[in-house]
């Protein structure tokens, strides 16, 4: 397996289709800030394959210590065959001079996709072994849980400068304390 930038147009193309069906509308970034945060450096857009086969993205938030993994997704044909956990540890080894987080839906049981939730935590928890950080926040409206790489120092005020520096004050004031209580 390879990661690497995008050069061409065709990867682009097969990125960006995969993330516009990855992600709900409600989590999605215009593709033009993504792409304009690559180029000043804050974003690093990453294209994984083996064997000329396209597996899947990541798109990373980076600060001088931290790494954000804002968007994560494995081509929908390749799901449950391993690939996802490979390339996330690959992406992790590859930052391995920084700590790497992300952020999760928080799993309550109240939820309507409790299940998803869950199987998504234990994915990150026991396949690709990162470890719950124990920091909630409620961001734009969803509530999420924070998981990270060993060594990360990540509390609510820290998570909140995390996006004041890299997104500016109005992602800032769309964080706040969860709504609901685990």
């Known amino acids: 397996m390879n990661f690497y930038k995008p050069k061409r147009i065709i990867e682009y193309i097969k990125l960006f289709a995969l993330y516009e069906k990855s992600f709900p509308v409600s989590e999605k970034k215009p593709i033009s800030m993504i792409l304009k945060m690559q180029k000043c450096g804050a974003t690093d ?74 199987r998504r935590r234990d994915f990150y928890l026991n396949k690709v072994g990162l470890i719950p950080l124990e920091t909630y926040a409620c961001l734009f409206g969803v509530d999420m849980e924070l998981l990270g790489t060993e060594g990360v ?16 004050k109005f992602a800032y004031d769309h964080i706040s304390e969860p709504k609901g209580k685990a």
Do not use: C
């Not at 996330?88 to 992300?102: N, P, Q, R």
């Not at 509390?155 to 995390?162: H, L, M, P, Q, S």
């Open 45 to 118: 857009i990453w294209y994984f394959e083996e064997d000329g086969k396209f597996l899947g993205l990541a798109i990373t938030i980076n600060s001088h210590d931290l790494i954000l993994v804002d968007y994560f997704a494995v081509n929908e044909k390749l799901r449950g065959k391993g690939y996802g956990s490979a390339m996330l540890k690959s992406l992790i080894a590859h930052y391995s001079d920084k700590g790497v987080f992300l952020e999760i839906e928080r799993p309550y049981e109240w939820a309507s996709n409790y299940s998803d939730r869950l």
């Open 153 to 168: 120092n990540m509390d609510y005020e820290t998570y909140r400068n995390f996006y004041l520096h890299n997104y500016g």
